[in-house]
């Protein structure tokens, strides 16, 4: 393991530069970014239903899609994290929901009310994914 106390112990006895930091500011990183994303729409409600002639009820339903992934997301990341590596799984959701946002930058470029929420619904499918996803990295 890259945090391995006796790692660290050794690496910072030889001299060389300790680099235990990295992965807790990456997973920093992609938690700001996850919750950033979770929280922008909200802040540019107003807009988005100008800019693309969604109802106050689409925007509810947009929330809607990115929410109700997390009654069953934990217990997928879970079992995903027992079959294969928690580092992988982690590193396969970030770069798909990297993607997702991509698409949801798309959609609301080109007024598509269907790309907006596809992918939103898969944004909140993979950022609560991100957020079990970390645990097992950055705990002890």
């Keep these: ?11 910072m006895a030889g001299g060389r530069p300790c680099l235990a930091w990295i992965i807790p500011t990456f997973a920093a990183l992609i938690l700001f970014a996850n919750h950033y994303s979770r929280d922008a729409p909200g802040a540019l409600q107003t807009e988005m239903e100008r800019d693309t002639d969604m109802t106050p009820f689409g925007f509810g339903a947009l929330n809607a899609l990115y929410y109700a992934p997390n009654i069953v997301v934990p217990l997928l990341m879970g079992a995903l994290q027992d079959t294969f590596s928690a580092q992988s799984v982690l590193m396969v959701v970030v770069g798909l929901s990297s993607l997702t946002q991509l698409g949801f930058g798309l959609g609301c470029q080109l007024r598509s009310i269907p790309l907006i929420m596809v992918s939103r619904g898969m944004t909140g499918i993979f950022y609560e994914a991100i957020d079990m996803g970390t645990i097992p990295i950055t705990a002890p």
Excluded: F, G
Aim: avoid cysteine; charged fraction near 20%.
């Design 1 to 11: 393991r890259l945090l391995d106390s006796a790692h660290v112990s050794s690496a």
